[in-house]
């Protein structure tokens, strides 16, 4: 570990601070457990930066930062200030870090013990990798007017990383308090269905049920996680994996608007990466 001190006093002389700087090496009072070097990250992705207490000095609180340009900087910070926590030795720390979209494959990540006296830090041991992020969904195809007014919208939240499954899909302005289904499909078509637009075609797979059915609120609002651990999208036809494009839409009931008595939103094109 690269154990260094974090600062200094200006007076000290150039050959007391090499000294200082070998003592803290060598004793390692804090110590960045992960990521630590050779790790390739994806942009948006949520990763748990640990650290323990190596040698107890009653710390403050924590720093963490990261550079994309090696060892030396310049540093960028990810959190400061965070809680103490616990001081024993030993003790376990952890952050959960989103990853920027800065892709470098010189990336370090700093921690700093802040103490009432001497801080001290350490470094991860080698570069790390960051990936560039996914690419934005996008919406394609038309909404219809409904009961609440110009139609549905889809939406979403978080990345498409596969590696994060951290993305969530919404919808809004459909129908009040009315049960609906997020779906999905390879392909994009626009067929009248109901009292909208079908959006999401099956492309030779297949078009799948993301269930139970969501319940808008008054404004017509509603989300699901999308979970690629569960089915569908965990296996067979379904399957979704980095590198797909996959379409989604909303289907809900809205007897107020009269018609048919259900209507859809808009297609949100997901491309799907690591």
């Not at 601070?17 to 992960?34: F, G, K, N, Q, R």
């Not at 910070?77 to 470098?104: E, R």
């Not at 549905?152 to 951290?166: E, K, Y």
């Amino acid at each position: 570990m690269q154990n260094l001190f974090a600062r200094a006093q200006s007076s000290c002389a150039p050959a007391l601070l090499a000294l200082l700087a070998l003592v803290s090496a060598a004793e390692a009072h804090v110590t960045l457990d992960a990521p630590n070097g050779g790790e390739t990250l994806n942009a948006g992705q949520v990763v748990t930066v640990q650290w323990h207490v190596q040698i107890a000095h009653g710390q403050l609180n924590w720093d963490l930062w990261y550079s994309t340009s090696g060892p030396a900087g310049p540093w960028i910070p990810i959190a400061m200030d965070l809680a103490p926590g616990s001081t024993t030795v030993n003790s376990m720390h952890q952050y959960d870090w989103t990853v920027p979209n800065a892709p470098s494959s010189q990336v370090r990540v700093r921690v700093r013990m802040d103490n009432a006296g001497t801080d001290y830090l350490d470094i991860s041991n080698a570069n790390l990798t960051i990936q560039a992020g996914c690419p934005q969904p996008v919406n394609y195809c038309s909404t219809s007017p409904n009961s609440l007014g110009a139609g549905a919208l889809m939406g979403f939240g978080g990345t498409a990383s596969v590696a994060s499954n951290n993305l969530s899909l919404s919808v809004s302005a459909a129908s009040a308090i009315q049960p609906g289904l997020f779906f999905y499909g390879p392909g994009q078509i626009q067929a009248p269905f109901g009292d909208g637009f079908r959006c999401v075609g099956a492309g030779g797979l297949g078009v799948f049920r993301l269930g139970p059915p969501v319940v808008s609120d008054a404004a017509g609002n509603g989300q699901r996680v999308l979970d690629l651990n569960a089915a569908p999208a965990n296996s067979g036809p379904g399957l979704i994996q980095a590198g797909d494009t996959w379409n989604f839409q909303f289907w809900y009931r809205d007897p107020a608007a009269g018609g048919s008595g259900f209507n859809l939103s808009d297609g949100l094109s997901v491309t799907f990466c690591g």
